[in-house]
């Protein structure tokens, strides 16, 4: 069964300590994952599509990597205004562009 | 300036009663589709659209009824049937390479 699951539930940083978030799935044949990052009460905002393993992508304090089994987001020298959820969503061959969810990474980002 | 539109944001309903949400996108994208989100549950598929004039069921479809007669429409109602109908729900629109788009969202309160 197709699964993602996202690691810790919640972050505290405080404002320059650089640090990751984790994403591990399963899924049959990759077709993409996806990290989403959401305000509270707002919509998800896209962030990066990442295809194959060793595939890397970078906008502002963030990078996401990829492997057979996990994606990071990393996120170097996080601001107060970095507090979000962040959502991991994979896509898989079968999914019929359904995509397969986690629960998120609640940051926090101390001034 | 493109975007997905959902209007309202907020709505409130007495238990009986159908409501209709409604979303709107002007990207031209040909997949739309409807989520529910509920506190520590993560996005759940309600139901989704590939072309006009086509949906299909997702994870949570019961109490639920949408249609697709404009590519740029896709409303969703929440009927009476629907048990636990409080919740955020959350309007996107796709197209090609998997990644979706999110509407700011609506929050239902029925009581």
């Known amino acids: 069964e197709d699964q993602v699951t996202q690691s810790p539930e919640a972050l505290r940083l405080q404002e320059g300590e650089s640090s990751s978030l984790n994403c591990s799935y399963t899924v049959s044949g990759l077709r993409g994952l996806f990290w989403y990052r959401q305000d509270p009460g707002k919509g998800p905002e896209f962030l990066f599509t990442l295809y194959s393993a060793g595939e890397e992508k970078e906008k502002e304090r963030l990078k996401a990597t990829l492997t057979k089994k996990e994606s990071f987001l990393h996120i170097t020298a996080p601001k107060p205004e970095d507090s979000a959820t962040y959502l991991c969503a994979v896509q898989g061959a079968g999914n019929n562009r359904k995509l397969i969810w986690g629960l998120g990474t609640s940051l926090a980002v101390n001034p | 300036d493109g975007g997905i539109t959902q209007s309202p944001k907020y709505l409130f309903r007495k238990e009986g009663q159908n409501v209709t949400l409604s979303c709107e996108q002007n990207?031209?994208?040909?997949?739309m589709y409807w989520y529910r989100q509920d506190p520590g549950q993560g996005l759940r598929l309600i139901y989704y659209s590939q072309i006009v004039n086509d949906f299909q069921k997702g994870d949570i479809a019961e109490g639920y009824s949408v249609s697709r007669e404009k590519k740029e429409s896709f409303p969703l109602t929440v009927t009476s049937a629907q048990k636990n109908p409080t919740a955020f729900y959350l309007c996107?629109?796709?197209?090609?390479?998997?990644?979706?788009?999110f509407g700011p969202g609506t929050r239902l309160t029925v009581t």
């Open positions: 990207l031209n994208h040909d997949a």
């Open positions: 996107a629109s796709g197209q090609g390479t998997y990644e979706q788009y």
